[in-house]
């Protein structure tokens, strides 16, 4: 069993959302839309959660991160009718085409519209099967994980900017890490003027009492992992009522920052 929740804010200052979420539950002959809060079983079909942040002149940065999420709706399912669901069958591959596919899509778009120029955006989905995780990931959004029985949250994406390379090589801690001034400064994206793309790609297994977080780097500017850790390890009923983990992530993060878009989605194994 599989329950999650979703939550994104535009923020304090920018005066749109070029963030967007996705969540998805499918075999090779169904697709439905998740919405924002809800639990179901994994047994009889596969789930999919993804989180983009677009970039890119006027309302081109929203576009870019909506056409990610609409592709994985469309592409996703198709390669699961393609290849049965396993490490042995090639999950990379699938991931790898479908970062390919989004990436030709958005750079299409750019190059067909003059208000579309150069837009591009980050990509961190998470793939489910009964007992395992596959991810993808491009850009500086970010997949963790947070075991049951580990003491705190783990980033399992990378995130691509030298600050990141930087960070994940110990050659910085992470208040260091959250405090450079060109930690936003991006080495590979979805669209823009890249020529190829080489998502991060990996898996790990799961069990009851994980936890799994995707966000867009507006969570990360507010709130330090030891926040993350403490905020999804306080246990309140599932209801949008009593705030969702997502939503308490999103709100804490804008109240002490707010300078960017911020989004969340919070899945657990129940």
Do not use: E
């Given at each position: 069993m599989l329950r999650w929740s979703g939550w994104?804010?535009?923020?304090?200052v920018r005066p749109n959302n070029e963030d967007?979420?996705?969540g998805l539950?499918?075999?090779a002959k169904e697709l439905h839309h998740l919405g924002k809060l809800g639990e179901a079983s994994i047994v009889e079909m596969d789930f999919a959660f993804g989180v983009s942040d677009g970039m890119g002149g006027a309302r081109a940065g929203e576009y870019a991160s909506r056409i990610a999420i609409d592709k994985i709706a469309k592409l996703l399912p198709r390669?699961?009718?393609?290849?049965?669901v396993g490490l042995e069958t090639g999950f990379a591959d699938v991931l790898e085409e479908l970062f390919d596919q989004i990436h030709k899509a958005l750079t299409f778009v750019g190059d067909s519209y003059e208000e579309c120029s150069g837009m591009e955006t980050t990509l961190s989905l998470c793939w489910f099967t009964p007992g395992w995780m596959y991810f993808g990931?491009?850009?500086d959004s970010r997949v963790y994980s947070l075991p049951r029985a580990a003491d705190g949250i783990k980033?399992?994406?990378h995130d691509d900017t030298h600050v990141g390379w930087l960070f994940m090589n110990g050659k910085l801690n992470e208040r260091e890490a959250r405090n450079h001034p060109r930690r936003k400064v991006l080495q590979k994206a979805l669209g823009g003027g890249n020529q190829f793309?080489?998502?991060q790609v990996g898996a790990v297994s799961y069990e009851p009492g994980?936890?799994?977080?995707?966000?867009t780097d507006g969570l990360i500017e507010g709130l330090y992992n030891s926040h993350l850790t403490e905020i999804l390890r306080t246990e309140t009923p599932h209801n949008e009522a009593n705030g969702s983990p997502a939503r308490r992530l999103v709100e804490a993060a804008v109240e002490k920052d707010g300078s960017d878009n911020t989004t969340a989605l919070v899945i657990h194994v129940v």
């Open positions: 994104t804010d535009r923020g304090k967007a979420f996705l539950r499918f075999d390669s699961f009718q393609q290849s049965a990931h491009i850009g980033q399992l994406s793309v080489s998502p994980d936890t799994f977080l995707l966000c």
